[in-house]
């Protein structure tokens, strides 16, 4: 197989290349072949990966045949270097932690390896998962495929990047703040944040209040298929999201009726300035969906209140600085300064001064906040925004290595991103759709807000504005 075409191969969906694998018109090891030799092209520059798994990979492969009854049997994925795999490093992207070996698969992992993806590398993200941009002081920064002086998003930068250039054709992300759905937008992809409980957290906890877990794709069938492969309660879980009627592919394929839609521009993060393109791109897709027989109505949720972002942090912060914490139990003795990037400092240092009272308060006010905004979209269908508030800032932007003002990144992070944390507050399910271009050619992203638990509606109304005005085709120039 030529470069070229193996280059064209990896843009293709998951289950085309699940097809040809089965059909015997293509062996995962060819599959794989071409996901490796794309790697070695591309990550000397983007550098999407942590550690690359070849042999293991290929191994694998070899043991897949056209008889092979698992749904996706062959395919490559990457997996976001915050999730177990066992007998590989896991490193949440901090020199903290060092090379820690991961004794078990994560509940994503397992259930990815069961459809018949084959892992063949881990993916970058900020140190512990903090930032909207992937720069981190243990394996640098990771490029967007689409320029490369510009960042690829976060958490889930590396994964984004990975896919946008056709490393991999899917890759495992997570979101507790918009880090599946900022790095979509900033790289051209679809990103879906699940309902909350959808997805279980096995084994290392029960239930997380802000995070949920899923893939980053090119098309909004490819995650509806996924997802129904990663939903579902593990034993011992503590709460979990209601089972679908129906699969998530199925509701994805169907055409949604009238829909009554709410369209809104207002930054939940006050005086944060918007980009007049993304303002442009909300209102050229509520002339979309117009066209497409659903109504529309110019409405502002509540969420501009001053002491969101305050709140916020107090909840985010500690769900952060656990992990902190459990790296210095496996470590064996208390964190430092120097062990880690100024922000991921003082953010840990801040939440360690937040007693039990105050953490578990904050998360009571969210509550309520989470509770206004779904029942403010309770009198619609869905509801859009702009998934982004600018453009993919560039490189060294947000800068998490600032020692004279380290959360002035955290800061900074909030007026690029302000759209997408308050769905993980209320837990509903929420998607980025990557439905336009700037003029310098950069993807321009809008976010589509569902109803709690009805992500394959959410899904249906993003595949028929994916068939309205597709993207899929669309690659960067590498």
Same mark, same amino acid.
């Given at each position: 197989?030529?470069?070229?075409?193996?280059?064209?191969?990896?843009?293709?969906?998951?289950?085309?290349?699940?097809?040809?694998?089965?059909?015997?018109?293509?062996?995962?090891?060819?599959?794989?072949?071409?996901?490796?030799?794309? *790697?070695?092209?591309?990550?000397?520059?983007?550098?999407?990966?942590?550690?690359?798994?070849?042999?293991?990979?290929?191994?694998?492969?070899?043991?897949?045949?056209?008889?092979?009854?698992?749904?996706?049997?062959?395919?490559?994925?990457?997996?976001?270097?915050?999730?177990?795999?066992?007998?590989?490093?896991?490193?949440?992207?901090?020199?903290?932690?060092?090379?820690?070996?991961?004794? %078990?698969?994560?509940?994503?992992?397992? @259930?990815?390896?069961?459809?018949?993806?084959? =892992?063949?590398?881990?993916?970058?993200?900020?140190?512990?998962?903090?930032?909207?941009?992937?720069?981190?002081?243990?394996?640098?920064?990771?490029?967007?495929?689409?320029?490369?002086?510009?960042?690829?998003?976060?958490?889930?930068?590396?994964?984004?990047?990975?896919?946008?250039?056709?490393?991999?054709? =899917? +890759?495992?992300?997570?979101?507790?703040?918009?880090? *599946?759905?900022?790095?979509?937008?900033?790289?051209?992809?679809?990103?879906?944040?699940?309902?909350?409980?959808?997805?279980?957290?096995? &084994?290392?906890?029960?239930?997380?209040?802000?995070?949920?877990?899923?893939?980053?794709? @090119?098309?909004?069938?490819?995650? #509806?298929?996924?997802?129904?492969?990663?939903?579902?309660?593990?034993?011992?879980?503590?709460?979990?999201?209601?089972?679908?009627?129906?699969?998530?592919?199925?509701?994805?394929?169907?055409?949604?009726?009238?829909?009554?839609?709410?369209?809104?521009?207002?930054? &939940?993060?006050?005086?944060?300035? =918007?980009?007049?393109?993304?303002?442009?791109?909300?209102?050229?897709? #509520?002339?979309?969906?117009?066209?497409?027989?659903?109504?529309?109505?110019?409405?502002?949720?509540?969420?501009?209140?001053?002491?969101?972002?305050?709140?916020?942090?107090?909840?985010?912060?500690? +769900?952060?600085?656990?992990?902190?914490?459990?790296?210095?139990? *496996? =470590?064996? @003795?208390?964190?430092?300064?120097?062990?880690?990037?100024?922000?991921?400092?003082?953010?840990?240092?801040?939440?360690?001064?937040?007693?039990?009272?105050?953490?578990?308060?904050?998360?009571?006010?969210?509550?309520?906040?989470?509770?206004?905004? *779904?029942?403010?979209?309770?009198? %619609?269908? #869905?509801?859009?925004?702009?998934?982004?508030?600018?453009?993919?800032?560039?490189?060294?932007?947000?800068?998490?290595?600032?020692?004279?003002?380290?959360?002035?990144?955290?800061?900074?992070?909030? +007026?690029?991103?302000? %759209?997408?944390?308050?769905?993980?507050?209320?837990?509903?399910?929420?998607?980025?759709?990557?439905? %336009?271009?700037?003029?310098?050619?950069?993807?321009?992203?809008?976010?589509?807000?569902?109803? &709690?638990?009805?992500?394959?509606?959410?899904?249906?109304?993003?595949?028929?504005?994916?068939?309205?005005?597709?993207?899929?085709?669309?690659?960067?120039?590498?």
């Amino acid at each position: 197989m030529s470069t070229a075409a193996g280059a064209d191969l990896l843009f293709r969906p998951v289950h085309e290349l699940a097809a040809l694998v089965r059909s015997g018109q293509l062996s995962a090891r060819e599959l794989v072949q071409a996901s490796l030799d794309r *790697i070695a092209e591309l990550n000397p520059t983007l550098n999407a990966f942590v550690d690359v798994f070849a042999d293991e990979a290929l191994a694998e492969a070899d043991g897949i045949g056209a008889d092979d009854p698992r749904p996706f049997a062959g395919v490559p994925i990457a997996i976001k270097n915050n999730r177990a795999v066992s007998g590989k490093r896991l490193t949440f992207a901090s020199e903290f932690i060092g090379d820690f070996l991961a004794p %078990y698969d994560h509940n994503v992992v397992a @259930r990815l390896k069961a459809a018949g993806f084959i =892992i063949v590398g881990t993916t970058t993200l900020p140190e512990w998962g903090i930032l909207p941009t992937t720069e981190t002081r243990r394996f640098g920064a990771t490029r967007n495929p689409w320029d490369q002086s510009r960042t690829p998003g976060g958490s889930s930068g590396g994964s984004a990047a990975a896919v946008a250039s056709g490393m991999v054709p =899917i +890759a495992h992300a997570n979101d507790g703040g918009g880090s *599946i759905r900022i790095p979509a937008a900033c790289c051209g992809l679809v990103g879906l944040k699940p309902q909350r409980g959808r997805v279980s957290m096995a &084994p290392e906890v029960g239930h997380t209040f802000l995070v949920q877990d899923g893939v980053l794709t @090119r098309s909004v069938r490819e995650t #509806a298929e996924v997802l129904d492969i990663l939903a579902g309660v593990e034993l011992g879980d503590m709460t979990w999201a209601p089972p679908p009627a129906e699969p998530f592919a199925t509701s994805a394929g169907r055409t949604p009726g009238r829909l009554r839609i709410a369209m809104s521009t207002l930054s &939940p993060v006050l005086d944060a300035p =918007i980009d007049p393109v993304a303002i442009q791109a909300v209102q050229d897709a #509520a002339a979309l969906l117009e066209s497409l027989g659903h109504e529309i109505v110019e409405a502002d949720p509540p969420w501009a209140q001053p002491e969101l972002s305050a709140v916020f942090t107090a909840s985010f912060g500690p +769900a952060v600085s656990t992990q902190i914490r459990l790296a210095e139990m *496996i =470590i064996g @003795r208390e964190a430092t300064a120097q062990d880690m990037e100024p922000l991921s400092w003082a953010l840990f240092s801040l939440c360690k001064n937040i007693n039990s009272v105050d953490a578990l308060l904050a998360e009571f006010q969210l509550h309520g906040v989470g509770r206004a905004l *779904i029942q403010w979209v309770a009198q %619609y269908d #869905a509801l859009l925004t702009p998934a982004l508030a600018e453009a993919p800032v560039t490189l060294g932007t947000i800068d998490p290595l600032d020692e004279e003002d380290p959360m002035g990144a955290f800061t900074r992070s909030g +007026a690029f991103t302000p %759209y997408t944390a308050p769905c993980n507050i209320s837990g509903q399910p929420a998607i980025s759709v990557p439905l %336009y271009q700037r003029d310098d050619g950069l993807p321009l992203a809008v976010q589509l807000i569902g109803q &709690p638990a009805e992500e394959g509606a959410l899904l249906a109304l993003a595949a028929q504005l994916e068939e309205a005005h597709g993207w899929a085709e669309r690659r960067p120039d590498l």
